[in-house]
């Protein structure tokens, strides 16, 4: 059974840092995309940064300020957050799925089949 297990919330203040840890429990998990979303009440899901073979891809309003990395062994996906702004505040979701189609939609939450129980991130001005 595949589960994510998100950790690292929290309040912090605007110019603050935060980092997000997600484990992977299950195999295979080193060929998967594995990115982060976030979402707010009322809002869609909303794309922030992922990792596929290697490549790493960000949302226009994070690029620059989150960095995502994942260990050797591929089953835990972490999201280093910098220079946090108000606009930040959101829950934060771990996304993983195993496809290894050229057509995946990345950024696309409906891509992703496996989700974390999320993580609230709260930034103060």
């Known amino acids: 059974q595949v589960q994510l297990v998100e950790s690292g919330g929290g309040v912090v203040q605007a110019g603050g840092s935060l980092r997000l840890s997600c484990a992977a429990s299950?195999?295979?998990?080193?060929?998967?995309?594995m990115g982060w979303f976030r979402q707010v009440p009322g809002k869609e899901r909303e794309f922030v940064a992922s990792t596929w073979s290697r490549t790493t891809y960000y949302a226009g309003s994070v690029k620059g300020r989150f960095t995502i990395t994942r260990d050797v062994a591929g089953n835990t996906v972490a999201l280093q957050m910098n220079n946090l702004k108000p606009e930040d505040t959101a829950v934060y979701y771990c996304a993983a799925d195993p496809s290894t189609a050229s057509t995946f939609q990345i950024m696309g939450a409906g891509s992703y089949r496996y989700w974390g129980q999320g993580t609230q991130v709260t930034v103060s001005s």
């Open positions: 299950g195999r295979g998990f080193s060929s998967y995309v």
